[in-house]
């Protein structure tokens, strides 16, 4: 091996770490840029107002109001439906499903659902709830849509928790007399509740983002009420900020921007949400 | 008199036949020993006898396991009160992630007690029986997981009895634990026995040798020989058994 | 309910349960004896259990109950428009144009527009992200790691509609001080925010395989004189390829998916071309453009959402299926 060879390998050595590390910091300030323009573009229209405001055509007086009220009625039914779906089909799964055909069937069709883009979901949606079970263009049809999108989120993240609760646990509950149903109840979901969560909380940012099936469901663009039941009409803030940037006034641009601002707020909370319970319930066993 | 009766025992797992043809019969208030390899089937065999085999799929038994003269393995006999009758205490210590006082009343409360002053006695009565209530008596609410190794151990031998047992399996108990928490479990035992029936499986001769009433001997799934104590470790019958016994394999 | 019988008296346990003796505890058993019974099934619990599971097997039916909708809804319509439009011109028209006269419906130009869309992305996120997971994997110091992970996802958290703002507002700027022939909405811009979208999806999963590549074989590869670059590129990489590529494939699958950065930034302009900086528009954006209007349903316009839905459907499928097959097929045994 000729000493200059050595020089070559080395030198493209160091380059590599140099041209690796570059490629990694585009993502990072791909992110900087996006919450720099978003900031400089928005905070200045963010003030009380536009937090209590109808949508309007007057970008001076619009706000946010039915939107934060549509995302809120929306993860309300969302929430629950999901949550029951999702650590349902994770136990049967995890728990009582033996290995066959049915299982395997289950699975896999979880893990393609994981895969289906969202906009398809919002199809489903305006298929079988707006007109067949003619729920109309409501909260109902949104919410039911997004419980089934983040369904597989859900499932898939319960059934990591599921199964990294250690089987000497359950031993011990029914070595005590405790039927199945007692030991997932006591041990073993208060075991895997944290990540649980996490995975629940993720899940749920991800619907409260999500546009694209909610204006397939029809969630409309203007709405100068706030939501009182399940079965009006209504807007969310992802749709609200679509419709704003989609006009060709800067003024809307910016405005856009505020709602993202507060789009992305309530987003990191509930993150921050679950990075702080994971951190706090890391695994004691 | 004897407590367990086991009847032509034979349990397959799948195609593998794991134990052939086992008889015994354990007497109450007595503590009785199982040795033999790793993978003879001692444990298995333990297993059968709360039915904690049935939660492993493609396992298949046959023969008859009688406790206190009513068969086990009879379809209307119910498993969760059969295991509530018959406690277990494992390997590997394993509380549950909660609190000391939460994992004694864990039991009881699955069968139905509520009443706080109910369980605050169970508690007592499991932890002093147990020999831990000195220990722990200040720490009731703290996680179990702060405990060290044989504390834990002790606590899982609390929690099984706050069910109220009649009979106490315990698979290598102390396999897991240092020489001094060895010790105190092989004390706890002796004065358990005057109040229960226990069936102990061990890798460590010594030990059923020092505490054991009857000594089993397991090899490739069959019981070899099944006497008193004394007589296994002195004056053993079977030659495989004298060569186990003497460290000549195993 | 389940009564705990008292063998053993609770108070006497609590005085001095190890001084009862042999005899009494011989006529405890013998207690115990009378109550065989106890042992026997209780019809109340077995009956809650029951219960229990078949509503979580109900709730885990619901998933392909999902699937299933999913397939109907889109069969349903899907056929009617089949009755007005010939599969054949569907597959061979080069010109969409449902929405005026005169009609046509070849789903091409749409199909064009996400590939477009989907090949700009791949070619921002691919190299990148593996490069990023590369990165993570073999050079960072863990410090530096557990910095870029978390950034890594919340980039991967950001709601698309955020992406198509950052798209519109600043990367078209961006390009059309470029190119100043570029139009308001161009498919270079949805693209590469796209891809950037997906960077960090590419990054985290091949970084994952590249992790699960034992210490040994990179020990192996040091101990023979290699460099770092040597053992990141000729032994960590291929040996979690599998898990490389079907990263690869599941990030083109969601290029496809993408809807809002695309609604957004590419435009509303069926067309079947290549060129970067003209509008086009997609099978997603499409859907959104005929459903947030006043399409009467029932209509042939209407039954398009359903068909260009279909069609996206079996897309992103295939390409899902062949990521599983990949994974499967070449999953690495250490």
């Known amino acids: 091996m000729s000493a200059g060879n050595l020089t070559r390998r080395k030198i493209y050595d160091r380059a590599s770490r140099v041209v690796f590390l570059l490629a990694t910091l585009l ?16 905070l200045g229209w963010l003030d009380w107002q536009f937090i209590s405001s109808f949508a309007s055509r007057f970008p001076e007086k619009a706000g946010i109001l039915s939107a934060l009220f549509g995302s809120l009625w929306i993860i309300g039914i969302t929430a629950p439906v999901a949550f029951i779906l999702g650590i349902g089909t994770a136990l049967y799964l995890e728990e009582y499903a033996k290995k066959g055909w049915f299982t395997n069937l289950i699975q896999v069709n979880i893990n393609n659902l994981a895969g289906v883009p969202s906009i398809v979901f919002g199809i489903l949606g305006l298929g079988l709830f707006v007109e067949g079970f003619l729920f109309g263009r409501t909260i109902l049809s949104g919410a039911l849509t997004m419980a089934l999108l983040v369904l597989p989120i859900i499932v898939v993240a319960s059934q990591e928790a599921i199964r990294s609760v250690p089987q000497h646990l359950r031993n011990a509950s029914y070595a005590l007399g405790a039927s199945k149903w007692q030991t997932i109840r006591g041990v073993v979901i208060p075991a895997a509740f944290p990540s649980i969560l996490t995975g629940f909380i993720l899940a749920l940012s991800r619907a409260i983002g999500e546009t694209a099936p909610l204006i397939v469901v029809g969630a409309v663009t203007f709405i100068a009420f706030v939501p009182s039941s399940p079965l009006d009409q209504f807007t969310v803030l992802p749709i609200q900020i679509y419709s704003w940037t989609s006009k060709p006034q800067d003024e809307f641009r910016a405005i856009a921007a505020a709602g993202i601002i507060v789009l992305l707020i309530v987003l990191f909370t509930l993150n921050a949400t679950a990075v702080y319970l994971r951190n706090k319930y890391q695994k004691r066993y | 008199m004897s407590i367990i009766e086991v009847r032509d025992l034979n349990l397959y797992y799948g195609q593998h036949q794991a134990l052939h043809n086992i008889n015994m019969e354990i007497e109450a208030n007595s503590i009785t020993a199982f040795i033999g390899p790793s993978g003879c089937g001692k444990s298995t065999f333990l297993r059968t006898l709360n039915r904690m085999n049935d939660m492993i799929q493609g396992v298949r038994i046959d023969g008859s396991v009688k406790v206190v003269g009513e068969d086990i393995y009879e379809s209307r006999v119910d498993v969760e009160i059969l295991r509530k009758n018959i406690g277990m205490v494992f390997q590997q210590p394993n509380p549950f992630p909660k609190s000391i006082y939460e994992n004694i009343t864990f039991g009881p409360r699955l069968h139905g007690i509520t009443d706080r002053n109910k369980l605050d006695e169970i508690v007592e009565s ?94 490739n799934g069959e019981l070899v020989e099944f006497d008193s104590t004394p007589v296994i470790f002195q004056n053993p019958c079977d030659k495989r058994t004298e060569d186990y016994i003497t460290g000549r394999f195993g | ?40 099934v209780k019809n109340e619990k077995k009956n809650r259990e029951f219960g229990i599971r078949t509503f979580l097997i109900a709730c885990a039916f619901v998933s392909v109950l999902t699937t299933v909708g999913i397939v109907m809804v889109l069969l349903f319509e899907t056929i009617s428009f089949f009755k007005e439009v010939s599969l054949f011109s569907f597959l061979t028209d080069t010109k969409w144009t449902p929405l005026f006269i005169p009609q046509h419906f070849g789903i091409l130009p749409l199909l064009s527009g996400s590939l477009l869309i989907t090949l700009g992305a791949c070619l921002v996120a ?13 050079y960072a110091h863990e410090k530096v790691r557990r910095t870029i992970k978390p950034i890594l996802e919340v980039l991967a958290g950001v709601p698309t509609i955020v992406y198509g703002y950052f798209a519109l507002t600043f990367v078209t700027p961006l390009i059309r001080s470029i190119f100043p022939d570029t139009g308001v909405f161009n498919a270079l811009s949805a693209s590469i925010v796209v891809g950037i979208m997906i960077l960090p999806m590419v990054a985290s999963l091949s970084e994952d395989a590249m992790v699960a590549v034992p210490r040994s074989l990179r020990d192996a590869a040091y101990a023979l004189g290699a460099t770092k670059l040597e053992v990141a590129t000729k032994v960590v990489v291929p040996a979690g390829l599998s898990g490389i590529i079907s990263s690869f494939v599941l990030a083109c699958s969601r290029a496809i998916g993408e809807t809002m950065i695309v609604t957004i930034a590419a435009g509303a302009t069926p067309k079947l071309t290549l060129n970067p900086l003209e509008s086009i528009q997609t099978m997603t954006s499409f859907i959104v453009q005929v459903s947030g209007g006043d399409i009467e349903h029932g209509s042939i316009e209407y039954s398009t959402i359903f068909a260009v839905g279909m069609t996206l459907f079996l897309l992103t499928l295939g390409i899902n299926i062949i990521a599983q097959w990949i994974t499967r097929r070449y999953k690495e045994e250490y």
């Open chain 3, 1 to 40: 309910m389940i009564e705990i019988t008292p063998l053993f008296p609770l108070s006497a346990r609590g005085k001095g349960m190890f001084t009862l003796g042999r005899q009494e505890i011989l006529t405890l058993n013998q207690e115990v004896r009378s109550k065989k019974s106890q042992i026997v």
């Open chain 3, 126 to 138: 691919l190299p990148f992200g593996l490069m990023t997971a590369i990165y993570l994997s073999e």
């Open chain 1, 27 to 42: 993502g990072v300030a791909a992110l900087g840029i996006l919450l720099y323009r978003i900031l400089s573009d928005g």
């Open chain 2, 126 to 219: 499991s932890l002093k029986a147990a020999a831990l209530w000195g220990e722990v008596k200040d720490v009731l609410k703290k996680p179990a997981y702060g405990l060290s190794g044989g504390q834990q151990q002790r606590l899982c031998i609390a929690r099984a009895l706050a069910v109220n047992p009649q009979i106490l399996l315990m698979d290598e108990p102390t396999s897991a634990l240092d020489p001094i928490s060895t010790a105190k479990i092989e004390e706890l035992l002796d004065e358990l026995k005057t109040t229960y029936t226990i069936v102990i499986v061990t890798h460590n001769m010594q030990q059923a040798a020092r505490i054991s009433d009857k000594t089993a001997f397991f090899l």
